[in-house]
């Protein structure tokens, strides 16, 4: 019996902790937050995978990139190289926001501490 009693006890405190987390993404706070995330995130995802894709494209079913930059460097080579270095300037470029987005977080987890028992 107590074991029940312990059960209907934490799920009661699980819907509440839920309704809870319900209203603090309501927030126009967090709204903006991730609003501002999906605002970086999403083009940013879209310029990588259209670079990305583009390489076996161009290399499968076009002759542009077997044309030689310097002798007996093709761009194929110079592109896939370009690749790497997005895939370090984008994560280093998100790594410098999220710090941005980690303070606002924070900001909103102050701000509502009290009010929603964080």
Known sequence: ????????????????????????????????????????????????????????LLAAYTKILHREMIPSIPWVWIFALAQFMLVWICGWIYIKKSKTYDSMAELIIKKYKEKYDL
Request: net charge negative; hydrophobic share 40%.
């Open 1 to 56: 019996m107590e074991a029940e009693n312990q059960i209907v006890q934490s799920e009661d405190s699980l819907v509440q902790r839920e309704k809870k987390y319900d209203e603090l993404i309501e927030t126009e706070e967090f709204k903006s937050l991730i609003h501002q995330k999906k605002k970086f995130i999403l083009p940013t995802t879209l310029f990588f995978l259209a670079f990305y894709f583009t390489l076996p």
